[in-house]
């Protein structure tokens, strides 16, 4: 049973109401009346009203989400459900002969086709998946797609039964939408050649983001009333956090709850250990937001994929003046209670730099002088003013990026009205924002366009 409490007229009552589980266990049961409006029985605000309103919008979804269903397997043998070594094979035959004369035959290289790229929160992951959408959908790859809706089941773990018409033993050759991360499942998908691919960012500035983008999102946060509102949940989190309220996974170790693991246990547990040693077996390359073109000069590498390949316009990306700057004080207390991202984070840092040493200083400073010059270059053929706009001055609603509740802070591009036929779809592809791609992919979006639509309502009252 839940307590949902709905505004009649202009006093508050008390409903009794039976939920499914949602497949992630979220429930809004444990959340305390005072969190989620404050006070019982008084006259509705228009704070509250908002409030009320948007928890309603949240049953319903939560509703649509678990009766949407997903597929049930029967089950079957664990060889029947693997994708064999051939499907790899067959796929660098299929490849277009566009890597004729390229960088990549030049090293002697075959260009990698099959990848799981473990999409991250609040990671610069978005500009990722455009690169990978985009050499996808150049070469005919098959992608692992979920189904109507933009990630798979997020925050449930990965199941196979959660991609798209998925039978036992479908093999894929890109797997890369937002998900928690569960290799045994993800390796019924993919050839065994695949190559594993993440992306982490610093922890206290993934915290801040995170906490800005979803606040809304997450009720715990609703009670903190003060202009700073991260300032006063940093300053004493505990009286703000629930690991078992709803959505409070957003609010603490984002990243290792995204990789399968408790975001909640202590920083010391062998567990953690543990989870950072097998991630280090599992992913072939983890890629650092803070030093992104370095990142992508290793991803090519690894890859074996050409500087035309990584090219990239910055996605999802916020006005600077939405970023808070957290004082030292407030960093430290970021750090410490994010602090099994923290270890997580240094770890693959030092892995990362490992790689860097092991490519060569310099020649990834090279590298990534071409990386920006290239990427200048595109900027020059392709966005009007050369800089990302404000969402409220895109004037093609096609490259109108997803924003948050009640928030309107995230930027994107105009292509510009002349363009050089040769660069026209290239241009557009670089500027187009997730949720689009995916559509323009074939992807049945119904769930997230509805959501889209009752966030729309929600932002308008």
């Known amino acids: 049973m839940l307590q949902a409490y709905i505004c009649l007229g202009c006093h508050c009552a008390v409903v009794q109401t039976n939920l499914a589980h949602f497949n992630a266990g979220l429930l809004c049961a444990f959340l305390e009346p005072q969190v989620m409006f404050g ?7 228009l704070i509250k ?23 049930q397997l029967k089950n079957v043998d664990s060889e029947e459900q693997t994708c064999p070594l051939s499907m790899s094979i067959q796929g660098v035959h299929n490849v277009t002969t566009s890597f004729q004369n390229s960088e990549s035959n030049k090293n002697k290289c075959s260009p990698k086709m099959n990848i799981m790229f473990m999409k991250t929160h ?35 773990p990965f199941t196979c039964s959660q991609v798209k018409d998925y039978k036992p033993g479908d093999c894929f050759n890109i797997v890369c939408n937002h998900m928690r991360f569960d290799h045994s499942e993800l390796a019924k998908l993919l050839p065994p050649d695949a190559v594993y691919i993440t992306i982490l960012r610093d922890p206290v500035d993934l915290f801040e983001s995170s906490f800005h983008y979803y606040h809304s999102a997450v009720p715990l946060t609703w009670k903190l009333t003060n202009a700073n509102k991260l300032a006063d949940f940093l300053n004493n989190p505990q009286a703000f956090y629930n690991k078992e309220a709803f959505n409070s996974f957003y ?23 543990d989870a950072i040693a097998s991630l280090s077996k599992r992913f072939h390359l983890v890629l650092l937001a803070e030093y992104f073109d370095e990142s992508l000069i290793l991803l090519k590498e690894l890859l074996c994929w050409t500087m035309e390949d990584v090219l990239y316009f910055k996605l999802n990306v916020r006005r600077s003046s939405s970023v808070s700057r957290l004082t030292p004080q407030l960093r430290a207390k970021a750090q410490k209670w994010n602090a099994i991202d923290w270890e997580l984070y240094q770890h693959f840092n030092n892995t990362f730099w490992n790689k860097v040493e092991k490519y060569g200083i310099e020649r990834v400073k090279e590298d990534v002088k071409e990386l920006g010059r290239r990427t200048e270059e595109m900027k020059s053929i392709c966005i009007e003013g050369g800089q ?55 992807v049945n979006l119904w769930l997230t366009g509805l959501w889209g639509w009752l966030k729309d309502l929600f932002n308008s009252t």
């Open 122 to 156: 609040k990671t610069a992951s978005s500009t990722i998946l455009n690169i990978l959408f985009r050499f996808g959908e150049k070469h005919k790859l098959r992608f692992a797609f979920p189904d109507g809706r933009n990630d798979f089941f997020y925050p449930s």
């Open 388 to 442: 990302a706009v404000e969402a409220h001055n895109i004037k093609d609603r096609h490259f109108q990026p997803w924003q948050p509740i009640g928030e309107s802070f995230i930027l994107g591009y105009n292509t510009k009205k002349e363009i050089e036929p040769k660069y026209k779809n290239i241009c557009r592809k670089m500027v187009t924002p997730e949720i689009q791609y995916l559509a323009d992919l074939g």
């Open 251 to 273: 609010l603490k170790n984002l990243l290792f709850f995204d990789f399968g693991f408790d975001n909640n246990l202590a920083v010391d547990d062998p567990l953690v250990t």
């Open 39 to 45: 006070i019982k029985r008084r006259k509705c605000s």
């Open 49 to 71: 009203r908002r409030s009320i309103l948007w928890i309603l919008l949240t049953n319903i979804m939560v509703l649509l989400y678990y009766y949407s269903g997903k597929p």
